[in-house]
């Protein structure tokens, strides 16, 4: 049966050529069947997808989906058609000019500072700024790469087939239920493109590419401050305050920067809300592996409204490779699809990712890592007089009366500033959690920093 509206909070499902999955153009999955359902089993043989060839179709109402037609090729929409949920003039209202965010941070692309950048620091010897897992890159990718040499020289698959199957076993879901792309930023670009919310809401402080991609689709984004003398605790009088009209929320689980992760009853409150309000809900879990939590991805069956993010960039640092994926209802994925590169994720990438998916043990080992370092780092923080933030991530934030960038800089020794992020100042910081060798010796840097 299609999906209703009462069922989705969207538009409900008609006929038409499009499939869920990852797809470009016109190709369809060859794991459909042949009235083009999406037959998507999670575990438990419980079904969840769409049937009858769906598409996603052109959506009124407190849908985010829209402009689509049955055949599932976006169509031109006039501001009326595109306008839902927003009071007088369409923008956001009750906000702040601090709350509210039309334009993109910063004054250019060369100013939107993240992470890693070491070719902007080519004197760094410790990387600090970046929250990969501190056991680097494993011998069996390595080996991967290696051994594929010869078949780089051909275009990789664009529906990442095999990589799509090894992720439906460890998830427990069908394939068609996983969109791969180049890393979770360009999964959030793909979303914000393919749903063009009009208004979009994310907390602040948090990643700065969810602002930064719903603002580029043209959206008012509302950005919530949480509040520092509370932890930068997401609270559950915070997601009852999430207005009618919103049409996408973004929610990082843990948070990033803060680490602070999300109670789970307030994240069953925000998965409610959103359902309640007709807005589709991304929790980004990139960090969620290394920690004891437990993911969103069992209960999508039940909430279709939900997308999940995740990156094996994190868990088996491959960041310069750029690995992520989305977990979410097959007609959002096919959308998604549409509004990315055929050739998304290279070669490279799909053949280190099968390795890494072999090394489920691996991530637990990153795990119990973090939960033993991260204490003690915390403690050596503290000790020297720096402020730190509760968390559970493999990072922490702290703060600090005097600056610590440039004089740890020209140690050689990089740390993320919180300067560019929403909510946060230049007194802010954030550092991840390596192993006890590198965690020493960022605290013996800090050390001698702090002392002048």
């Not at 068609?176 to 959030?188: E, H, P, Q, S």
């Not at 994925?333 to 390795?355: D, I, K, N, T, Y």
Request: proline share 6%; charged share 20%.
């Amino acid at each position: 049966m299609p999906l209703t509206d009462r069922e989705t909070g969207r538009a409900g499902v008609g006929p038409g050529d499009r499939r869920g999955g990852n797809l470009s153009g016109d190709d369809k999955l060859e794991d459909m069947s042949n009235d083009g359902g999406a037959q998507t089993v999670f575990g438990g043989g419980q079904v969840w997808g769409a049937s009858g060839g769906c598409g996603v179709r052109g959506a009124s109402g407190g849908s985010g989906v829209h402009g689509v037609s049955g055949d599932g090729q976006a169509q031109g929409l006039s501001d009326n058609d595109r306008s839902h949920g927003v009071s007088g003039d369409g923008q956001a209202q009750g906000l702040s000019d601090d709350d509210r965010s039309q334009g993109l941070p910063g004054d250019g692309w060369e100013d939107d500072e993240h992470g890693g950048d070491l070719a902007a620091h080519p004197g760094v010897v410790l990387d600090y700024s970046t929250n990969v897992s501190p056991l680097g890159l494993s011998p069996a990718v390595r080996r991967a790469i290696v051994e594929r040499l010869d078949d780089y020289a051909a275009y990789p698959d664009p529906r990442c087939r095999a990589l799509r199957a090894a992720l439906a076993r460890q998830h427990q879901v069908d394939p068609a239920n996983i969109l791969c792309g180049n890393g979770a930023a360009d999964l959030i670009h793909r979303v914000c493109a393919a749903l063009r919310p009009r208004r979009a809401l994310t907390w602040a402080p948090s990643f700065s590419e969810y602002q930064r991609c719903a603002a580029l689709g043209g959206a008012v984004v509302e950005q919530p401050r949480l509040d520092p003398a509370d932890g930068f605790r997401l609270t559950a009088a915070a997601v009852a305050a999430v207005p009618p009209g919103v049409e996408l929320v973004f929610c990082c689980q843990p948070n990033n920067p803060t680490g602070r992760l999300v109670e789970p009853a307030v994240l069953d409150q925000l998965v409610e809300r959103c359902r309640l309000i007709g807005a589709v809900l991304v929790c980004d879990e990139c960090f969620l592996p290394f920690t004891a939590a437990g993911s969103l991805i069992p209960q999508l069956a039940r909430q279709p409204h939900v997308i999940v993010l995740s990156a094996l960039t994190k868990t088996h640092a491959l960041a310069g490779l750029r690995l992520g994926y989305a977990v979410g209802h097959p007609d959002y994925l096919a959308l998604m699809a549409e509004h990315g590169p055929r050739w998304g994720v290279s070669a490279v990438a799909q053949a280190a990712g099968l390795a890494a998916l072999a090394e489920p043990e691996r991530v637990a080992e990153a795990r119990r890592l973090v939960a033993l370092e991260r204490p003690w780092v915390e403690g050596e923080l503290v000790r020297l007089g720096l402020r730190t933030f509760p968390g559970e991530a493999n990072f922490i934030l702290f703060q600090s009366s005097v600056d610590l960038f440039q004089p740890l800089l020209e140690q050689g020794v990089l740390i993320r500033s919180g300067a560019n992020f929403s909510g946060l100042d230049k007194s802010y910081y954030r550092v991840a959690i390596k192993c006890h060798t590198d965690n020493v010796a960022l605290v013996k840097a800090l050390g001698e920093v702090r002392r002048g």
